[in-house]
């Protein structure tokens, strides 16, 4: 009998590069400041599972030095990436800011100047 799952092939490869990537964060880049203060929050894989785009939040309000040691360090990654997966191929990883927090803050913000 073939096993149920609800989600899709990409889903579960971009779910599996979130968490290995959150660990080699975590596990090589601990000490770095900026680095330190990343916290994953998604993952969405493309183009045949070529491409991995993983979403980020940072406590750093400098988003833009934030990205730029992302994209550092982004290589060095996908090495660590690709000793730890199972998989012939190993995808390229792109990081992207997720804004969804600080978006969420400014509608409350406005929903609370309306109150008043």
């Known amino acids: 009998m073939k096993r149920q799952n609800n989600s899709s092939r990409p889903e579960r ?5 979130q968490t290995l990537v959150a660990e080699i964060l975590r596990d090589d880049f601990g000490d770095d400041k900026i680095v330190a203060g990343v916290s994953l929050v998604g993952a969405v894989a493309h183009g045949g599972l070529q491409f991995v785009r993983l979403f980020y939040y940072s406590r750093n309000p400098d988003v833009a030095t ?5 994209d550092e360090i982004t290589k060095t990654v996908r090495y660590e990436l690709a ?20 978006r969420a803050e400014r509608i409350d913000k406005l929903l609370d100047n309306l109150g008043e």
């Open 83 to 102: 000793a730890r997966m199972n998989q012939k191929y190993v995808p390229d990883i792109r990081f992207e800011y997720d804004d969804t927090l600080d």
């Open 66 to 70: 934030v990205q730029k040691r992302l």
């Open 13 to 17: 490869v971009a779910s599996k590069v």
